[in-house]
C-alpha cells in the first residue's frame, strides 16, 4: 500500500525535473556571436581545368563587416596554367565560424561582354550569422562609369590579378521564430500530457483499489449494516 501511495508522489517530484530537462533540449545550440562591424572570416578557392587550389584565407578588408552593407574590390589570382579558354570559377566557401558554403561562380569568361559583379546576400538576427547566398550578376553601368580603369583592367588578358567589384547586402531576420516556437510549445505540451496522464492513471488506480476494497467490505456486511458477534 505504501509503495503504492509513493508512486504518485515521486512523479509529482519528478514532473519539474523532467519539465526543466526538456526546455533545455529545445534551446537552440550557442552560435559565434558577431558585435556590428566585426570582420565575418572568409575562404576562397577557385577551379581552372577541373584543378582546384588550395583554400585561402580572404584579406579581412575584402570579408564581410557583420551587419554592415559595404562593397570591396576583391584581387582574383591568375590561376595555373590559364590560357582564357575557359571559364574560369571562383568558390566562397566557411563564411563566418558557421561555415556556410556558397556553390560555384563563374567570374571569369562567363557568357556576359560585361564586367561581373559578385553579389553576397547575409542574414542575421542579433549577433548571428543565418545564411549567406551569393551570385554573379552584371556590374551596373554607373560603377563603370564611376570606375573605368576595373573594366580595362578585367579585359586585359595580362593584367592579374582581376580585380572584381564585391557586394554586401545584410538583411535583419527577427529573433522571434513563429514556426520554431510552435514545434518547442507543442513538443513540450505533448511531453508534459504525457507525464501528467501517468500521474492521473497511477492516482485512478489508487482510487480504484480503494473503492474496490470498500465495495467489497461493504458487501460482506449482513442486511443490518452491523456484523453478528458470537
Not at 504518485?8 to 519539465?19: D, G
Not at 557568357?111 to 542575421?124: C, M, N, R
Request: overall charge positive; glycine content about 6%; charged content about 20%.
Amino acid at each position: 500500500m505504501a509503495a503504492r501511495r509513493s508512486a504518485p508522489a515521486a512523479a509529482r517530484r519528478l514532473l519539474p525535473v523532467l519539465s526543466l530537462l526538456l526546455l533545455c533540449s529545445s534551446l537552440p545550440p550557442p552560435a559565434a556571436a558577431y558585435r556590428p562591424g566585426d570582420i565575418v572570416p572568409m575562404l576562397r578557392s577557385g577551379q581552372y581545368h577541373g584543378a582546384r587550389s588550395v583554400w585561402f584565407d580572404v584579406v579581412g578588408r575584402h570579408c564581410p563587416a557583420f551587419a554592415v552593407n559595404r562593397e570591396v574590390l576583391m584581387p582574383i589570382p591568375k590561376p595555373t596554367g590559364f590560357t582564357g579558354a575557359d571559364p574560369y570559377k571562383i568558390i566562397t566557401f566557411q563564411i563566418g565560424h558557421e561555415k556556410f558554403h556558397v556553390p560555384w561562380l563563374y567570374v571569369i569568361n562567363r557568357k556576359s561582354s560585361e564586367v561581373p559583379l559578385i553579389d553576397f546576400h547575409l542574414k542575421y538576427s542579433g549577433n548571428d550569422l543565418l545564411g549567406v547566398t551569393a551570385k554573379v550578376v552584371d556590374m551596373p553601368h554607373h560603377y563603370v562609369e564611376v570606375h573605368p580603369d576595373i573594366k580595362k583592367n578585367f579585359w586585359d588578358p595580362q593584367n592579374w590579378p582581376k580585380y572584381v567589384l564585391v557586394r554586401y547586402t545584410w538583411e535583419e531576420q527577427s529573433e522571434i521564430d513563429v514556426a520554431g516556437g510552435f514545434y518547442v510549445l507543442f513538443g513540450s505540451g505533448l511531453v508534459l500530457s504525457f507525464i501528467l496522464a501517468i500521474y492521473v492513471l497511477q492516482s485512478s488506480q489508487e482510487k480504484l483499489t480503494r473503492f474496490v476494497r470498500e465495495a467489497v467490505a461493504d458487501s460482506s456486511l449482513p442486511e443490518g449494516g452491523v456484523a453478528k458477534v458470537e
